[in-house]
């Protein structure tokens, strides 16, 4: 059964490892798996010693997955499952970054969300655990209104940025995912226990890890293709110059997704590798959510918000009124002569314009001298 | 002599004046000031009344001009003139905005600095008058920066932004220059009256308004044509959705100069305008004045300044060390099994990991076991 084959791959051979990725290009899960445990042969493909080496534990981690599994409540879902989201597979043809690619060969989850279903409208928000207010507050906000829009915010559960995040899809009742870079049953960090457990309540928790695995450094680097596979855009909330979230960006950027980052203060180090990726052409500026809507649904910049900036009621007037109103004063009265000296325009050019503002209640007359009905600043 | 036609056309069309600029593509400034005067006649055009009106009073403006440019100390300089900025000449080839355009037909210089050579290297720092202290603080951070490096920070003396921007250059006991919407001689705003007359003890004060002439409202959205056109590029700092300073963005833009923009905090009213800006691509993000100097001398992001981010001794490591160093601990000293087991390598990588990670003094040996040399964060 390849839900088992898979399972036994994942237990293994460490996730993201590009070797496997390579070898499910042309072998089904049970041959690879065959191959691993020294029952059958892949061609000429030798099997890394510490796939062999684990391999022959095989037996016992999987017992002990599976206990840990049934205690969290965890789910094993792969490919052919109705709750596997198939934009996964985009991972199977892209480069590996820091030494992991690939689909995952199935993934664990915790909660009541149906990932697939979730994953449809989607967006990731990531960035710094040592954010600072201004992002925690951009992040929650952000989250907020893309999950009011009815967008999943996917996120990896860390502080600050991430966290922000998913208490963003909290505050408007709306379920959220995060991807944990250890196994789904355990809190990392850890006092960000309760945040996880209601993740699971309205959405659901999500790891490629076996129940158990520790959340080591390069697990970070490899949970976070994830995040940007399940979501359709990746919006970067403050980073500093060497952040994961940077990491989050390129690989939703080498999937074709759209990659979208939030400024901020240039006097502010959070916000330096959000700027770097932004200059670098890698990510585009969104500010609020509708940004990031419209960003998603293809509609960009220009169509979704024109920002060609509210006309005012001076704007609409032809140029000849403009200029006629600058040569007048609330304080002192003003001859037609004056005026059209003032402002360089003919006599006969100033009466029309100032009739014209007159029955639009801009100016006021005052025997053959001209007033301005309301104050106003030059500027 | 073209220099006192074109002054005498100076005081009779308002400068910017699109039809004046039509006019000159075709007719010698001599010839259309004497139509103006009715002693030409310009085949079957027809001289505007207003001009014709103004024309009778020629030879009294003319003196009152003459006499306040004197008591100023104020220099009338035309094309042919050494001082002469040749780039002005952009300005005859591009539309109208807000019924301004045209390279002006001559303009009032005051202050020690030689206008064309200032301008040979020169950029535009604008902004919002009414600007937060992160925009006050920038723009004299980055105008230092560009006037240490050599360039002529160029703005319009006005409150906020502008007038930081020409005291960053001051900090750095460089020139830099100042185009006022009003006469030349005068000072507006009042209060910056010691602002502008520095600018022209070290650079100078521009303006193609005649001596005397008010700051009327148009006169800022045409000056704003001259920033732009007298600079390589435009930098904006801090725009709410409707500035000045955005106008002489799209100036920029038009005449094909390099556009700028600084972002800042997305919950700022005052950097609306700025990130509608480079939302609809109208302007790139710089941080930095090195970002702007680097745009400017056509160098742009990329060359400038990789954001590869700096590699780390753990990034230099190959990626077998670095999984190693994963499985490590500072406090618990563990066997090569146990690594093996927990990282996921066989255990004769993990030795040969254990091996070079020794020699560069990252782990320790214990016995048969290893420790951290250091401690270490996850993540």
């Known amino acids: 059964m390849t839900r088992q084959d898979r399972l036994g791959l994942s237990l293994v051979v460490e996730p993201g490892d590009p070797r496997l990725r390579n070898l499910l290009l042309t072998y ?3 041959e690879i798996l065959a191959a691993i445990l020294g029952r059958h042969r892949l061609g000429e493909i030798r099997i890394p010693d510490a796939w062999a080496e684990r391999g022959r534990a095989l037996d016992r981690t ?96 860390a502080y600050g ?26 809190d990392y960090p850890k006092s960000h226990g309760a945040l996880i457990a209601r993740i699971a309540e309205v959405g659901v928790v999500i790891s490629e890890q076996a129940p158990g695995e520790k959340p080591l450094k390069n697990r970070f680097l490899s949970r976070n293709r994830l995040i940007a596979a399940l979501t359709q855009g990746t919006v970067v909330i403050e980073a500093a110059e060497r952040s994961g979230s940077l990491n989050t960006l390129n690989w939703a950027d080498q999937l074709g997704r759209t990659t979208m980052a939030l400024p901020g203060p240039v006097t502010s180090k959070q916000s330096l590798g959000v700027h770097a990726a932004i200059r670098a052409g890698k990510a585009v500026v969104v500010t609020r959510g509708r940004e990031i809507i419209a960003e998603l649904s293809g509609l960009g910049a220009v169509a979704e918000e024109q920002p060609s900036l509210p006309l005012t009621e001076f704007d609409r007037l032809p140029p ?60």
């Open 28 to 30: 089904e899960p049970a």
């Open 62 to 157: 999987a017992e002990i997955a599976a206990a840990r599994a049934k205690a969290a409540g965890l789910r094993w879902v792969t490919p052919g499952d109705k709750e596997w989201p198939m934009a996964l597979s985009d991972l199977d043809h892209v480069e590996p970054l820091h030494g992991a690619t690939g689909a995952p060969v199935g993934l664990w989850l915790r909660g009541v969300g149906h990932l697939a279903e979730l994953c449809e409208q989607s967006v990731a928000i990531v960035g710094a655990r040592e954010c600072t207010t201004y992002g925690a507050e951009c992040a929650s906000d952000l989250a907020a209104d893309c999950a009011d829009a009815g967008w999943t915010v996917i996120s990896g559960a």
């Open 161 to 186: 940025v991430d966290g922000c995040a998913h208490r963003g899809a909290f505050m408007m009742n709306a379920p959220t995912a995060g991807v944990l870079a250890c196994g789904a049953d355990l």
């Open 320 to 379: 000849a009124a403009r200029s006629t109103l600058d040569g007048l004063d609330w304080a002192a009265a003003r001859t037609v002569t004056e005026i059209a000296s003032t402002v360089r325009l003919g006599t006969r050019e100033v009466r029309a314009a100032l009739d014209l503002l007159e029955r639009r209640g801009l100016v006021l007359r005052a025997g053959a001298e001209w007033l301005l009905a309301r104050r106003a600043d030059v500027g």
